[in-house]
């Protein structure tokens, strides 16, 4: 569909932006042609990717602006096995380049969202989004991009054409590869994005009486740092819809936080290393239990099953299904779109990140708190980044139907920013409705030197405008 109307509709039921046209680039040449003509008419264009945005705009942009949906520049031009990247155009989707390593170089994986299969890598990483083992950012080599003149350019080792593959990421001078990701200042036409070899592990499944966070994460920010742990760490609200299926079998799990981690490892090392976990977490948790990923897990209930396949670099629909499901509708055909299903409810989300240590479980509980003075209960999932950020994807659910669920919604999302930045805590990614006002508030040196940035890349502001800046 390519009519505006169809990139309008949005789970989050985020007011319309003006939309008067798709651009759908086949080529470079194409997309020069739309950005000149962006620049000439002064009518602002808006990049996507796959535009499967969820929570934080979807497929609109953030202020008026036409599309440039990239979807059909989706081309894998090169997975280089020993120096373990692939290079990607931003339609290529997460299930694309699972088949493609599948039958091409089977022992690399991509690191996988949490998001549908056929969600991009690219624009996931210019939103700098997470991945089931850290930071998707921090996966990031290299960038090829398109100024808003068409000029194109390589980051890294890119322009001065080096003939070893992409081995450097820094290239030379100044590093200016995240200049782009979360930014307005270019088109991003390709990545180089690190894969990883595959290796044996153990998946956890903890769970945690609620007085018991501060203490976990105590532990396992230990267990992290020491590399034991992998960056794997969820845990998960027991009200989380897409992990329902745990509590079919009618366990009551009120007052417990559901957490799961991968230790990875060869076959000699695991052992002693589920030995540590296990001493490490004997006194925290009141179940542990360990899945390898060696054995066969067909019979295992779908969140347990669906993890082990993230880990292993497969991505799945699992998230949007069980979501979906859990509010009684039933998914199915090839692309699953939770903005053309005004039948799933909506969701706000606020993506605060916090510190890696046990003082951040009173973070949690203040936002669950806060959410409960107003009637509302979010489902919560904290995520590691790294070894020292974690992740908050808190969310709350409404009928798309019911405008005044909406409001509150809406209203909940921008009061839980501005209380959280009171307490020096700011969100890793903002929604197209919080983005101006939240960006206004927090004006300074930096900020100003941004802006100046954006004037230098695209002095006429048409591309993205509004986008982080
Ligand atoms: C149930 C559920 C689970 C989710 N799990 C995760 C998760 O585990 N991790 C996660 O990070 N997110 C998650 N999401 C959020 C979202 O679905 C993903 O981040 C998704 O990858 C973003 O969509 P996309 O890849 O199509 O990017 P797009 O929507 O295409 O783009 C994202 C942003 O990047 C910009 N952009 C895109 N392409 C370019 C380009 N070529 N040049 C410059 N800028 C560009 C766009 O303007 C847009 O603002 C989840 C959502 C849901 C509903």
Redesign the pocket.
Known sequence: MTSPTSYQQN?TEFPVRNIEKIHLPKNLEDLRAILLLAGESGRPV??????????????MPVNDADIID?KHLNRIIEVNRELRYARVE?GVTQQQLYDYLEIHAPELMLNV????AG??I???I??R????SGH?AEDLRELT?MLADGQLIHTGFGELQSTHGSFYKYGLGPDLTHL?TQSNY????EAVVNLRVKQPFNLYLAVIDKAGLQAFLNQMAKLVAQEIVGYSLEIDSQNDP?IYELFESGKDFSDKWIAWFVVTGQEEVLPAKHSVVSKALASLTSDLKTYSSAADHSSSTPPVRVRIDRYHGQPNDH??LA?ARKFGVELSGQEVN?DLHPQIPGFRCVLPVIPFTGASAALIQYIENFSHDRQLDPAISVIALNSYSLEVFARVYFDRSDQSAVSKAGTWASDLLSELQLQGIYPYRLDIENMAGYLQKIKNPYTRLQNQLKNLFDPNNTL?PG?YS
């Open positions: 789970i808006y990049p996507i990717s796959t535009g499967h945005n969820w929570g934080l705009g979807s497929r990239l931003p969202t949490g998001s549908d969600s991009s690219l624009g996931n210019m939103d989004g997470s991945g089931k998707r991009l782009f270019a088109i991003v036409t897409k998230s949007l979501t939770l993205a986008r």
